[in-house]
């Protein structure tokens, strides 16, 4: 049973927590930053007489590589910054870093120290750092000595990094320079969001809560043509940026490097957008009490979800709508639901979190007001074009609604696009002018499907211009059944709309295709009810350790009455 359980039933049984024996909890006034990409991050320039003699005990690097030639550095130390800050690179060494670090600590407080953690590797494809690499996961020019698997799979690399980091910190945000051995690739945007989503995911921050600025590549080298992808950054990834590498840098000559002045310069860029994006104060904070228990300032103090976490400065705290990040919570029937495009956003009764789970696609917003959705900003984002969703649920059956409006065209004809749920098309070929108008919200569905493999895919898929969706509601549900070979889908505004079977069909045999007979999965009543309830030794621990707790308060009332 861990410190944060303990605490809790102390708190519960009425007894102020005592100190645990516990090692040293993050200060939250060593704001850390990240470091990710390739050659140009990880440092090429030449370290010259004014990148040296710096020593700000105020910038702190975290080794990510044992064995620098000269130096006792060893992986997963914290040290005083100096060059490479990425690495052991005996060819020169300058990275943006060393500025952006520099930068970032002459403008924030003086009991705040800058930790830098990089994790960049030279030549390396983006498809090193996604947690599935595949074949991609050898390190281009060797092994990451001290590195997790001598750095084989550069995502678990850069997570071993960031939480050895997160032991001592809080990590405030992310630059990144990439893209030279992915040059013009077209899904290298969305590639770059299933890296950023997973590492969030990861280390429990919020989209919110960890930013995430792009640098672009060099113009005077071979490669500034994949500027324009760098460009959709922040649409492709949430509270995405980036920043600009025109006027007048330079490479240092080979068409793919900065030289030093350029480095410099690129740094002090990452340095002045992250400062428009963070809070560089000191913390914590105090966010106030509720039934006599701090309040959680943010929902990433509570990774587990159960309404109580604990703070930087190690104090438990309790979650409730004033904390910073809040979900509502949902019915219990709801599984998942996505605000497709956007943030979190709540719509007839139902919260929806942020966009998630998505693969290719571009997220669009409008400002109009859009008839049916109750004046929920739900039906005001999409994501356009081809691409699909992977949704993490059990084995079992679902009910799917699709929340769809038409935010561009006026015109029928205009747009045409087809859904499938599970490899079966729910939504075949529709026109939504055609069907509810312009800016009018429609709910399709709910579509009944089986999941067998513990992910709900979702594929959009154009026949005319883009195809777009809104929203993504899952409850549970019932195993689909070839009732009908036709589904009805309902305005928002609650006027019923049937859909014709070329705008939002479902064949009898598609239907019954979906999942196997219930019978497969069914458990009798006998069988769920005659085995009897065993404990396990974390059980009977937790017993004994209440019946302590109350023990205690019933002696402290005793004392306190005599």
């Given at each position: 049973?861990?410190?944060?359980?303990?605490?809790?039933?102390?708190?519960?049984?009425?007894?102020?927590?005592?100190?645990?024996?516990?090692?040293?909890?993050?200060?939250?006034?060593?704001?850390?930053?990240l470091?990710?990409?390739?050659?140009?991050m990880?440092?090429t320039?030449?370290?010259?007489?004014?990148?040296?003699?710096?020593?700000?005990?105020?910038?702190?690097?975290?080794?990510s590589?044992?064995?620098?030639?000269?130096?006792?550095?060893?992986?997963?130390?914290?040290?005083?910054?100096?060059?490479?800050?990425?690495?052991?690179?005996?060819?020169?060494?300058?990275?943006?870093?060393?500025?952006f670090?520099?930068?970032?600590?002459?403008?924030?407080?003086?009991?705040?120290?800058?930790?830098?953690?990089?994790?960049?590797y030279?030549g390396?494809?983006i498809?090193?750092?996604?947690?599935n690499?595949?074949?991609?996961?050898?390190?281009p020019?060797?092994?990451?000595?001290?590195?997790?698997d001598?750095?084989?799979g550069?995502y678990?690399?850069?997570?071993?990094?960031?939480?050895?980091?997160?032991?001592?910190?809080?990590?405030?945000g992310?630059?990144?320079?990439?893209?030279e051995?992915?040059?013009?690739q077209?899904?290298?945007?969305?590639?770059?969001?299933?890296?950023?989503?997973?590492?969030?995911t990861?280390?429990?921050?919020?989209?919110?809560?960890?930013?995430?600025?792009?640098?672009?590549?060099?113009?005077?080298?071979?490669c500034?043509?994949?500027?324009?992808?760098?460009?959709?950054?922040?649409?492709?990834?949430?509270?995405?940026?980036?920043v600009?590498?025109e006027?007048?840098?330079?490479?240092?000559?080979?068409?793919?490097?900065?030289?030093?002045?350029?480095?410099?310069?690129?740094?002090?860029?990452?340095?002045?957008?992250?400062?428009t994006?963070?809070?560089?104060?000191?913390?914590?904070?105090?966010?106030g009490?509720?039934?006599?228990?701090?309040?959680c300032?943010?929902?990433?103090?509570?990774?587990?979800?159960?309404g109580?976490?604990?703070?930087?400065?190690?104090?438990?705290?309790?979650?409730?709508?004033?904390?910073?990040?809040?979900?509502?919570?949902?019915?219990?029937?709801?599984?998942?639901a996505?605000?497709v495009?956007?943030?979190?956003?709540?719509?007839d009764?139902?919260?929806?979190?942020?966009?998630?789970?998505?693969?290719?696609?571009?997220?669009?917003?409008?400002?109009?007001?859009?008839?049916?959705?109750?004046?929920s900003?739900?039906?005001?984002?999409e994501?356009?074009?081809?691409?699909?969703?992977?949704?993490?649920?059990?084995t079992?059956?679902y009910?799917?609604?699709?929340?769809?409006?038409?935010?561009?065209?006026?015109?029928?004809?205009?747009?045409?696009?087809?859904?499938s749920?599970?490899?079966?098309t729910?939504?075949?070929?529709?026109?939504?002018?055609?069907?509810?108008g312009?800016?009018?919200?429609?709910?399709?569905g709910?579509f009944?499907?089986?999941?067998?493999?513990?992910?709900?895919?979702?594929?959009?898929?154009?026949?005319?211009?883009n195809?777009?969706?809104?929203?993504?509601?899952?409850?549970?549900?019932?195993a689909p059944?070839?009732?009908s070979?036709?589904?009805?889908?309902?305005?928002?505004?609650?006027?019923s709309?049937?859909s014709?079977?070329s705008?939002?069909?479902?064949?009898?045999?598609?239907?019954?295709?979906?999942?196997?007979?219930?019978?497969?999965?069914a458990?009798?009543?006998?069988?769920?009810?005659?085995?009897?309830?065993k404990?396990?030794?974390a059980d009977?621990?937790?017993?004994?350790?209440?019946?302590?707790?109350?023990?205690l308060r019933?002696?402290?009332?005793?004392?306190?009455?005599?």
């Open positions: 049973m861990n410190n944060k359980m303990i605490t809790k039933l102390l708190l519960l049984a009425g007894i102020s927590a005592l100190p645990l024996a516990a090692q040293a909890a993050p200060d939250p006034n060593f704001h850390i930053y470091l990710l990409g390739q050659s140009n990880q440092g320039a030449t370290i010259q007489a004014q990148d040296r003699g710096i020593n700000n005990p105020r910038v702190r690097t975290l080794q590589e044992n064995g620098c030639s000269g130096q006792n550095w060893t992986y997963g130390q914290w040290r005083v910054a100096e060059p490479p800050q990425v690495r052991c690179n005996q060819e020169g060494g300058l990275g943006p870093g060393d500025t670090g520099h930068t970032m600590a002459a403008n924030t407080d003086d009991n705040i120290t800058i930790g830098l953690v990089g994790g960049a030279g390396a494809k498809e090193y750092f996604l947690p690499c595949g074949s991609d996961c050898t390190p020019y060797g092994g990451i000595s001290g590195a997790p001598n750095g084989t550069g678990k690399w850069v997570l071993d990094l960031a939480k050895k980091a997160q032991e001592a910190g809080v990590i405030k992310i630059i990144f320079h990439q893209g051995s992915n040059s013009g077209q899904n290298w945007p969305s590639l770059v969001n299933q890296y950023i989503t997973a590492l969030r990861d280390l429990g921050i919020s989209a919110a809560d960890l930013p995430f600025i792009a640098g672009e590549l060099p113009y005077t080298g071979c500034s043509g994949h500027n324009t992808l760098v460009r959709q950054i922040p649409n492709a990834v949430q509270n995405g940026h980036y600009t590498a006027g007048g840098l330079n490479d240092k000559g080979d068409g793919l490097h900065w030289n030093s002045a350029a480095v410099r310069e690129m740094g002090r860029r990452y340095a002045a957008k992250m400062l994006l963070v809070d560089t104060n000191s913390g914590p904070v105090d966010c009490t509720q039934d006599g228990s701090p309040i300032c943010n929902i990433s103090a509570d990774p587990d979800g159960d109580w976490g604990i703070q930087n400065d190690n104090q438990t705290c309790l979650v409730t709508p004033a904390t910073d990040g809040y979900i509502p919570p949902n019915p219990d029937d709801v599984v998942a996505i605000n495009g956007g943030q979190g956003v709540s719509f009764g139902v919260y929806y979190q942020a966009d998630t789970g998505y693969t290719g696609g571009m997220a669009n917003s409008t400002s109009d007001s859009i008839t049916g959705s109750d004046g900003a739900l039906f005001q984002t994501r356009y074009g081809d691409f699909t969703y992977e949704i993490s649920v059990p079992g059956d009910d799917v609604t699709l929340d769809l409006v038409e935010l561009y065209w006026d015109v029928a004809g205009s747009r045409a696009f087809s859904v749920i599970e490899g079966n729910v939504v075949d070929d529709v026109d939504l002018v055609s069907q509810v312009h800016d009018v919200a429609w709910l399709a709910p009944a499907t089986r999941v067998q493999d513990g992910s709900l895919s979702i594929a959009v898929s154009t026949t005319t211009d195809g777009t969706l809104s929203g993504i509601l899952v409850r549970t549900g019932t059944t070839p009732s070979s036709s589904v009805n889908s309902q305005v928002a505004s609650s006027s709309v049937a014709s079977s705008q939002a069909a479902v064949s009898s045999s598609e239907a019954s295709s979906v999942m196997p007979s219930s019978s497969s999965a458990v009798s009543s006998s069988s769920a009810t005659s085995e009897p309830v404990l396990g030794s009977w621990y937790f017993l004994v350790l209440m019946g302590f707790v109350v023990a019933q002696k402290l009332r005793g004392a306190a009455a005599s």
